[in-house]
C-alpha cells in the first residue's frame, strides 16, 4: 500500500533544512576555517616613535644616543592555540628599521582563539648556515663571516652615542647560535576574519634594560666578536617586543 | 699568531668555506622570456651572488644585447667624439684611470649609480640619464643612421628610434657585464686554489681584524650602501659625497661602497682617485682613519680609530688577496669588447 506523507509536514521538513543550511553557511561567512594574519612591527623608544640620525633618546644607563641602523631577522613564528593545535611558521623575515611598512603576513592560519606567541630574534642553528637564505642584497649583507662561525647577523643595532667629549659610534651586532634571541608573549586574540592585525612594538631602550643594563662606556659599543657583550644584549633581548591587536 | 694556530686557522678555513659552498647549487641562470620573434639570451652568476631582477619591459635578447653592445662602443652616443669606452674601458674592467670612473661591472644589482648615487632606479634608469643628461645624444643622428634605423626596428619595432629604446639596448649590454670568474669565484667552486697568503687575506678580510666585508660584502664585494670612511675631517664640495643628493647633513662625506673585484685593475682609488695603490688603500683603513661627525659607526671601534695594526706581512696578505679578485675572463670575454 502506497504511504503518501502530508504535504504540510513535508514542507515543513523541507523548510527546516532550508534554514538549517542557511544557517550553516552563515556561520562559515562569520568564522572561516582561515585567516591572515598581518603583524605590523614598529619601533619605539620608551613610547615614542623612534626617529632615526636624532640624537635625542637615553637609555637606563645615562647614554644618550642616536640609531642610524636597525636591521634583523624575526623567524619561527608560534602562535599559541587555545585548544592545543599551534600553529607554526617556517618563514625568515628580515626587518629594516628605516623602512615604514614591516609589515609580516601570516597566510592560510587556522582561524580560533590564540592565547599567545612566540618567535626568534635570529635564527634557529637549523636556518643559521651561509647562504641558507635566499640570496636578495639585504640577506647577503647581514652574512656573519666563516672565520667568526658563519650565518647571519641576527641584529644590526648602530648609530652614535654621546661619550662625555663627543660623538661615538656604536655597533650592535648579534649572531652566532649560542645568541639566538627567543621571544614569548602572551596575547589573547581571536583570528576569525580575514586579515587580523597584531601590533609587534619594539622598545629599543629595552635592548639595555633588563635583566642587565648595558651601558657603551663600560660594556663596549662594538659587540661583534665580544660574545660577554652579545649575550647580554641577547638576553635583553627577549622582551623589547610587546604585542597589541587593532 | 702562532705558526701552528695560522696552519689550523688556515685548514679551518679551507674546509669549512668548500664544505659549504660543497653543498650548495654552483649557479644560476637567468634568461630572457616572451621575446616574440628574437633570440633569447641569458646570463649564468654563481649561486651566492644576490637575485639578479630583470625588468620585465627589457627582456634580455642577444639582438638587443648586440645592438646595446654597439651603441656601447659608439661615438654617435654624444656631440664630442665619445663613447661609453672612451671612460670605460675593458682592460680595467671597465674603469678608467684618467677619469676614475667607477667600473661598469656587476651594475645589474645596483639601484644607485655614481659614487654620490645621484642617479637611482634600475639600470633603465641609470642609461636614460647617460643617453639624455650626460651625452645629450642627438637622437635624429640615430635615427638618420640606415644602419641603426634597422637593428632598432628588429629589436624595438621601432619606426622611430627614441632616447628610451637606445637607454634600454644599452642596458641590455651592461646587463651583461657580469664579473665573477675571478681566482676567488674558482676557489668556491673547488676549480682552484688559493694560496696561503691569499688565505689569510681572505681571512684579514672577513674578520674583525680587517673588517671589510661590513661594506665590502662577499658576492658582489660591495654593499651597494653609502659610507663615510673618515678619508677627510671636512667635507664640503665634490666632498660633500652623498649629501650633495639628499640634502641630509647625516649623509655628508659619504661615498657608494665600490665592488672590489678586480680592484687591482681599476686604480686610482677612492672617489677623487687620491690613492694610486692598494697598498695606500690598506694605509688608510690602517691607520688612516679621520674622525668626523658621520663617520660610520664601524670605524668607531678602538682598533679602527687607533689603528688596525697590521702587519707588513697581512698588508702583504691583504694586497695578495684582492688581486685575487682579478677576474681575467671578464676583462678579455670577446663578447664584450669593440663589435
Given at each position: 500500500m502506497k504511504i503518501q506523507l502530508p504535504t504540510n509536514i513535508l514542507t515543513k521538513v523541507m523548510l527546516?533544512?532550508?534554514?538549517?543550511?542557511?544557517?550553516?553557511?552563515?556561520?562559515?561567512?562569520?568564522?572561516?576555517?582561515?585567516?591572515?594574519?598581518?603583524?605590523?612591527?614598529?619601533?619605539?623608544?620608551d613610547g615614542e616613535k623612534l626617529i632615526m640620525d636624532s640624537m635625542m633618546y637615553i637609555n637606563d644607563a645615562g647614554n644618550l644616543y642616536e640609531v642610524n641602523r636597525l636591521e634583523y631577522y624575526i623567524s619561527d613564528i608560534v602562535l599559541f592555540s587555545a585548544y592545543g593545535n599551534d600553529y607554526c611558521s617556517d618563514e625568515v623575515f628580515y626587518i629594516n628599521g628605516r623602512v615604514d611598512n614591516n609589515d609580516l603576513r601570516l597566510l592560510h592560519v587556522p582561524s580560533g582563539k590564540y592565547v599567545g606567541m612566540a618567535f626568534n630574534i635570529g635564527l634557529s642553528s637549523l636556518k643559521n648556515s651561509s647562504n641558507g637564505l635566499t640570496n636578495t642584497q639585504e640577506n647577503v649583507n647581514m652574512a656573519w663571516p666563516e672565520p667568526m662561525g658563519g650565518g647571519y647577523h641576527f641584529v644590526k643595532l648602530e648609530g652614535y652615542y654621546w661619550n662625555g667629549i663627543g660623538k661615538s659610534g656604536y655597533a650592535i651586532h648579534i649572531g652566532t647560535n649560542p645568541c639566538l634571541i627567543e621571544c614569548e608573549l602572551g596575547k589573547e586574540f581571536l583570528l576569525g576574519y580575514s586579515p587580523h592585525e597584531l601590533q609587534l612594538e619594539m622598545n629599543l631602550n629595552e635592548w639595555y634594560r633588563t635583566p642587565n643594563q648595558y651601558n657603551f662606556l663600560i660594556n663596549g659599543s662594538i659587540t661583534m666578536g665580544d660574545s660577554i657583550a652579545m649575550q647580554i644584549l641577547a638576553n635583553n633581548g627577549k622582551d623589547v617586543f610587546n604585542v597589541k591587536s587593532h | 699568531m702562532k705558526k701552528l694556530d695560522f696552519i689550523l686557522l688556515f685548514f679551518a678555513v679551507m674546509i669549512t668555506v668548500l664544505v659549504l659552498f660543497a653543498c650548495k647549487k654552483e649557479a644560476v641562470t637567468y634568461m630572457g622570456s616572451d621575446t616574440g620573434a628574437l633570440s633569447l639570451d641569458t646570463i649564468t652568476v654563481p649561486a651566492y651572488f644576490p637575485q639578479m631582477i630583470i625588468?620585465?619591459?627589457?627582456?634580455?635578447?642577444?639582438?638587443?644585447?648586440?645592438?646595446?653592445?654597439?651603441?656601447?662602443?659608439?661615438?654617435?652616443?654624444?656631440?664630442?667624439?665619445?663613447?661609453?669606452?672612451?671612460?670605460?674601458?675593458?682592460?680595467?674592467?671597465?674603469?678608467?684611470?684618467?677619469?676614475?670612473?667607477?667600473?661598469?661591472?656587476?651594475?645589474?644589482w645596483n639601484s644607485n649609480f655614481l659614487w654620490n648615487g645621484a642617479v637611482a632606479g634600475s639600470l633603465e634608469d641609470a642609461m636614460t640619464f647617460e643617453v639624455d643628461v650626460f651625452f645629450h645624444t642627438n637622437i635624429e643622428m640615430i635615427n638618420s643612421n640606415v644602419a641603426y634605423q634597422a637593428l632598432f626596428k628588429r629589436v624595438f619595432k621601432a619606426n622611430r628610434i627614441t632616447s628610451k629604446q637606445i637607454a634600454y639596448a644599452l642596458a641590455q649590454f651592461v646587463r651583461k657585464q657580469v664579473s665573477y670568474r675571478s681566482r676567488m669565484d674558482k676557489f668556491l667552486s673547488h676549480e682552484g686554489l688559493l694560496t696561503p697568503s691569499e688565505i689569510n687575506g681572505f681571512v684579514i678580510y672577513n674578520s674583525e681584524r680587517g673588517d671589510c666585508f661590513h661594506c665590502h660584502s662577499l658576492g658582489l664585494f660591495t654593499d651597494n650602501g653609502f659610507h663615510n670612511i673618515g678619508i677627510d675631517s671636512v667635507f664640503f664640495g665634490a666632498n660633500a659625497g652623498r649629501y650633495a643628493v639628499t640634502g641630509n647633513i647625516n649623509d655628508l662625506g659619504k661615498f657608494k661602497t665600490p665592488s672590489l673585484r678586480n680592484v687591482a685593475l681599476t686604480a686610482p682609488y677612492m672617489h677623487d682617485g687620491r690613492f694610486t695603490t692598494l697598498e695606500e688603500v690598506i694605509d688608510h683603513y690602517d691607520s688612516g682613519v679621520m674622525s668626523n661627525v658621520n663617520l660610520d659607526p664601524i670605524f668607531s671601534k678602538p682598533n679602527h680609530l687607533n689603528g688596525l695594526h697590521l702587519s707588513a706581512q697581512e698588508k702583504a696578505d691583504l694586497v695578495a688577496f684582492l688581486e685575487a679578485l682579478t677576474d681575467s675572463s671578464f676583462v678579455n670575454d670577446p663578447s664584450l669588447c669593440t663589435p
Open positions: 527546516l533544512l532550508l534554514f538549517v543550511q542557511m544557517s550553516c553557511t552563515k556561520r562559515r561567512d562569520i568564522f572561516p576555517e582561515y585567516a591572515d594574519l598581518v603583524i605590523q612591527i614598529t619601533h619605539k623608544v | 625588468p620585465a619591459d627589457n627582456q634580455l635578447t642577444k639582438e638587443g644585447v648586440a645592438l646595446g653592445r654597439k651603441l656601447y662602443y659608439d661615438p654617435i652616443l654624444s656631440n664630442t667624439g665619445q663613447s661609453c669606452s672612451s671612460c670605460h674601458e675593458q682592460s680595467s674592467a671597465f674603469s678608467f684611470s684618467g677619469v676614475n670612473s667607477m667600473p661598469h661591472m656587476n651594475l645589474a
